[in-house]
């Protein structure tokens, strides 16, 4: 190992240097990192996918689905195109296949080439994913600086097990059990 000599002005960051000060952020933005979010992954036929914590369920019949999504990303072409995907929600031991599909962790072969998939006609769903909804696009439209998605949840799928989610909360992942 290297030793670090701070005399020579080497040091090493307990921080993120590159990081915006928290004094030029943007009072929304600083907002919604104190609210706790799911983590989930959307996918499409394509295959495409996403992963989306600005999201929320609404109940009703039908139940319906709400999300904000890149509209610059692959998964959103997907979408426009097929007019369904599937949500997942994701859990603790998901924290690398939600940066993959964020696209902040490499991902050779593809998204999907590492795991196991369902193909379902709503996209592919992890084959150990304990519950997840297909879905019918409604509607777009540009809501802030994302593409406000609005579905129909025509099918659910919920497993044995009630896991414990994977969240986003202050630039981070949590979960319940920490």
């Not at 002005?9 to 979010?37: M, Y």
């Not at 072409?77 to 859990?91: E, H, I, K, N, Q």
Request: aromatic share 8%; proline share 8%.
């Amino acid at each position: 190992m290297f030793p670090v000599k701070p005399e020579n002005g080497g040091h090493i960051h307990s921080t993120d240097p590159f990081a915006t000060p928290e004094q030029d952020k943007s009072a929304v933005r600083r907002l919604r990192g104190r609210l706790a979010a799911p983590v989930t992954l959307w996918t499409a036929p394509g295959p495409a996918g996403l992963t989306v914590s600005s999201m929320l369920v609404a109940d009703g019949d039908p139940g319906r689905v709400l999300g904000l999504v890149d509209e610059e990303s692959d998964f959103w072409d997907a979408v426009s195109v097929a007019r369904r995907f599937a949500v997942t929600p994701l859990g603790p031991d998901d924290q690398q296949l939600a940066d993959k599909f964020a696209g902040l962790m490499p991902a050779p072969g593809g998204l999907f080439a590492a795991g196991e998939w369902v193909e379902t006609e709503y996209g592919p769903v992890p084959r150990d994913a304990g519950s997840w909804a297909g879905c019918r696009l409604d509607a777009e439209r540009e809501y802030g600086w994302a593409l406000l998605v609005e579905a129909t949840v025509e099918r659910v799928e919920i497993g044995d097990v009630a896991g414990v989610p994977l969240l986003h909360f202050r630039g981070r992942y949590r979960s319940l059990d920490r």
